[in-house]
């Protein structure tokens, strides 16, 4: 049995400070009854004069009497002790009074053969000085950081607020090479010139090159910008400066910019090395549409960190990368030549980059044979490089789970729906009016999709509750698309109204169920009015001014104030009400003439809980065949998919 660290025994509390309080009052009692009596000055003073005291210490604050060392000797002692020089030291006896100014004292003294000096021991001894001021500034300083820790350090603490907090990592102490990372070959490729640099530099001086100052990494969360610097730093082989934007600014003004000088300053030491600054938009905010009108914090921080970029000069091998996914928001000052200069897209990878994704983190990972990695990239279009690696991590959990040894084709197919959909809610029991509700808007959604030509085709359909959801439609991209056409997107409108046309079908009223539907249904038919330029009185105008936003699903793009009339607001709630009028008559036709399939379907639904592509597909290929209907609808425009992202999605 090991012994435990000593962090485990001695861990800062309140109660040592109280028990170290007891401890010294009880040294303090204790010390105390072993001092000497006190008696009265008159008694004192006849003590003088009988002869019984013999020295006196004078003080400010005590008068202080020893008797005769030989009348505390006994005979007895005498007795065993026939050597004198062998007898033990005999204490005196000590009397104390509190001093009067009485003039006779001395001269009473005098008389009597009193010896008599002054002292300052009183007040001079270590325990003294050690209880009146070591112990109570000690306690104070330990109450003190104590607190400090209970609140954060304030930000760091006083004394280190303009320390910078970046992460530093020393040469060669980065193992991430450029073999570690896939999918952004493109990105790869504009960051060797940097290694390169870093490296030889020689090379690109005699020529008379400059090397970018700044190079900024842009793209969507999860597609690897932060593993991109490392791979840089550990490809060049210098070490590696790790800061955030917000470790910048602190409640404390001037901190931020502080920060900025102090890491610009140990990097500089430090030459050839790599800055990196993550999340760079959290201190270069644009100042030109800054509401405080004054100059705040951040906005110090941001013209310190101009200062310094333009203060250095690369040949002395510094490099700075920087990250963001809002390149929208950024100062012009930070993407000017000479600062951020060279800016880097980190997109989303295509099939390729999926599968040598894949391949990455499924290295250490036990495989069974039958996997194949490339028709896990196939259905993940639209994924990041961090989704992929967590689907890996999710299906290693899943095989653990169900006690296996090796990660199956159906682990991988259980995470990327776990990924899309949600986790599973196996607990939670529909009443048979929902769960039949459910099965026929599912129902609607698979057979709107698989008779719209050009649409994505369905992967599952499941009436097993997920996340917020009763049941899913599950549909995969079968090939990375970047544009969409207007037709696509009515397609995906219909796609959505087709739950809820199948409920009202067999109900003959609406639920709630397909609320969110309606939401991205509606919000489809008005970007295509506002932000596409597809409707008949504003064609090929954009109503709303736009940026780029946050890299990353539509969803997240940031909101933006309306800028035409209300009678145009008018007519953009009128044509949205139109389409959304003409796709739900479209649709409900469509479903009426396929009324037995989906009575088919909804009940083989509700009896497996659960359908395949395969099997519904077969559902299909079997009433088209005996019904002789044709498997496609004449003038059906076809389905998109997400339109910003390309993910596989649900409705």
């Avoid at 170290?20 to 000497?36: P, Q």
């Amino acid at each position: 049995m090991g012994i435990k660290p000593p962090s485990k025994f001695w861990k800062f509390s309140l109660l040592y400070i109280l028990v170290l309080v007891v401890g010294i009052s009880f040294f303090n009692r204790v010390t105390a009854g072993k001092s000497a009596p006190v008696i009265d000055f008159s008694e004192f003073k006849e003590k003088i004069v009988s002869g019984e005291i013999k020295r006196v210490e004078l003080s400010d604050s005590w008068f202080t009497g020893f008797s005769s060392l030989e009348k505390s000797k006994s005979t007895a002692n005498q007795f065993f002790f026939k050597n004198p020089a062998a007898m033990p030291p005999v204490p005196e006896t000590v009397y104390r009074t509190v001093p009067i100014n009485d003039p006779e004292i001395i001269k009473v003294m005098d008389d009597h053969a009193v010896k008599y000096a002054a002292t300052s021991r009183e007040g001079t001894t270590f325990l003294n000085i050690l209880f009146t001021w070591g112990l109570p500034i000690i306690f104070f300083i330990i109450v003190w950081r104590f607190l400090l820790k209970r609140m954060g350090n304030l930000g760091g603490g006083m004394l280190t607020a303009g320390q910078s907090k970046a992460l530093i990592v020393a040469e060669g102490g980065i193992a991430t090479r450029f073999a570690d990372v896939a999918g952004v070959d493109e990105a790869k490729d504009e960051l060797v010139e940097v290694v390169d640099f870093l490296k030889n530099p020689k090379k690109y001086i005699d020529i008379g090159g400059k090397i970018p100052k700044g190079v900024l990494l842009v793209g969507p969360p999860g597609t690897g910008k932060t593993l991109l610097a490392r791979a840089v730093a550990g490809e060049a082989g210098v070490s590696f400066f790790r800061m955030s934007g917000a470790d910048f600014v602190e409640m404390f003004v001037g901190v931020g910019a502080a920060r900025v000088r102090d890491l610009f300053h140990q990097a500089r030491n430090k030459t050839p090395c790599i800055i990196f600054i993550d999340e760079l938009d959290a201190i270069g905010k644009s100042r030109i549409s800054s509401m405080s009108g004054g100059n705040d914090e951040r906005e110090q921080t941001l013209n310190q960190l101009l200062v310094e970029m333009d203060g250095f000069d690369t040949a002395g091998g510094l490099i700075i990368l920087a990250a963001t996914n809002r390149p929208d928001v950024l100062d012009p000052a930070l993407l000017r030549p000479g600062r951020f200069d060279r800016q880097v897209l980190v997109d989303k990878p295509d099939l390729k980059g999926r599968e040598a994704i894949l391949k990455i983190h499924a290295k250490n990972v036990k495989l069974d044979s039958l996997v194949a990695l490339d028709a896990i990239a196939r259905i993940t279009s639209g994924f990041a490089g961090a989704d992929l690696a967590n689907i890996v991590n999710e299906a290693a959990l899943l095989a653990v789970r169900n006690f296996r040894v090796y990660v199956s084709q159906k682990d991988f197919e259980e995470a990327i729906e776990k990924t899309v959909a949600g986790l599973q809610k196996k607990t939670r029991v529909l009443k048979p009016e929902e769960r039949k509700l459910t099965a026929y808007h599912e129902t609607g959604h698979a057979l709107v999709a698989a008779f719209t030509p050009g649409a994505d085709p369905v992967q599952k359909i499941s009436i097993i509750p997920r996340g917020f959801a009763l049941g899913y439609t599950l549909q995969m991209p079968v090939e990375d698309r970047y544009t969409v056409t207007q037709s696509h997107l009515i397609g995906k409108i219909d796609t959505l109204l087709g739950g809820r046309i199948a409920e009202e079908m067999i109900s003959g009223e609406f639920s709630t169920g397909a609320a969110s539907d309606i939401t991205k249904a509606t919000d489809i038919a008005r970007k295509m009015i506002t932000d596409y330029g597809m409707s008949d009185r504003f064609k090929n105008v954009a109503l709303t001014t736009r940026g780029t936003g946050m890299l990353g699903d539509s969803r997240e793009e940031p909101l933006f104030h309306r800028e035409y009339s209300e009678a145009t607001q008018q007519y953009i709630d009128e044509e949205v009400a139109r389409i959304m009028e003409k796709r739900y008559a479209y649709v409900r036709g469509l479903l009426e003439k396929k009324r037995p399939l989906l009575d088919i379907v909804a009940s083989k639904l509700l009896e497996q809980e659960a359908l395949e592509e395969k099997d519904f597909k077969h559902l299909v290929n079997e009433y088209s065949t005996t019904t002789a209907t044709s498997a496609s609808i004449e003038n059906t425009p076809a389905q998109p998919l997400d339109h910003n992202s390309g993910r596989p999605y649900l409705v």
